[in-house]
C-alpha cells in the first residue's frame, strides 16, 4: 500500500466499494471493471480509478479488478477482518433507533455497551445491548477495549460527554449532535447534522444549477 494520505472523500467511498465487491463476490463473479463498478456504486470510473491509485496496482489494465483479492484488500484496509467494539452515549429516541440498525452491512462492527442517565433504562438490555449509567462508562471502556463511541445526547451536555470519553481512553467519536465539539488533535470526530444534510438536500433540490449531490465530491 502507499503511504500517501487518503482524501477524506476517497475514504469515505472505501466502504462502499466494499459492500458492493462483497455482493458481486456472494454472486460468483470473479472479476469486474471500473465502468461496471461504476454504474452499481453511482460513482464515475475516473474517480474510482483515481481513488484505487492511492493504493497501488489493484487491478490490470485490460482485466478489470480480480473481485475477491479487492474485497480483501479493502476488509483489511478497513479493518473489517477484526471486531471492533462501540459504545453508544444517549438511548433516546436516535439513540435507540442505532441500536436497532446493528450495523448489519459490517460483521466486525458491534455496540457492545450503551450508557445513559435515565433510571428507566439504565440496567436494562435494549436491542441486546446493555445501558449502563454514565457513572460505569470509564470502566466499561476500559473493560471492553472500546475506542470509539456514537454521541446521540442533548447539545447542552455534548461537550461534557466528550471530555469524559477522551478521559476514558475513546478514540473516535461519531457526533450525531448538532454541536461541534472538540477534542484533543489524536481524538478523530466525524460530525453527522441530520438538518444540515436536510437543508443542504433542499437548497440543491431548489438550485437553479441543480447539482447531482449523490456523485458530487470534495476534497
Known sequence: MKENNIPK????????????????????????SSTELSEAVQVDSATIRRDFSYFGEL???????DVESLMQFFSK?????EMTNVALVGVGNLGSALLKYKFHQSNSIR?????????????????????????????????????????????????????????SGIKGILNFTP??????????????DLTNELQTLIY???????L????????
Open 9 to 32: 472523500a476517497t475514504a469515505k467511498r472505501l466502504p462502499l466499494y466494499y459492500r458492493y465487491l462483497r455482493i458481486l463476490n456472494d454472486a460468483g463473479k470473479a472479476k469486474v
Open 59 to 65: 487491478g490490470k489494465r485490460g482485466y478489470g479488478y
Open 77 to 81: 484496509t478497513l479493518s473489517d477482518d
Open 111 to 167: 455496540v457492545s455497551a450503551a450508557f445513559d442517565v435515565n433510571s428507566d433504562i439504565v440496567g436494562r438490555i435494549v436491542d441486546g445491548i446493555p445501558v449502563y449509567p454514565m457513572s460505569d462508562m470509564e470502566e466499561q471502556i476500559e473493560i471492553q477495549r472500546i475506542e470509539i463511541a456514537i454521541l446521540t445526547v442533548p447539545a447542552s451536555t455534548a461537550q461534557d460527554v466528550v471530555n469524559n470519553l477522551v478521559e
Open 179 to 192: 454541536v461541534r465539539i472538540s477534542a484533543p488533535s489524536d481524538v478523530l470526530i466525524q460530525n453527522v
Open 204 to 210: 440543491f433540490l431548489h438550485s437553479d444549477d441543480r
Open 212 to 219: 447531482d449531490v449523490s456523485t458530487e465530491e470534495v476534497e
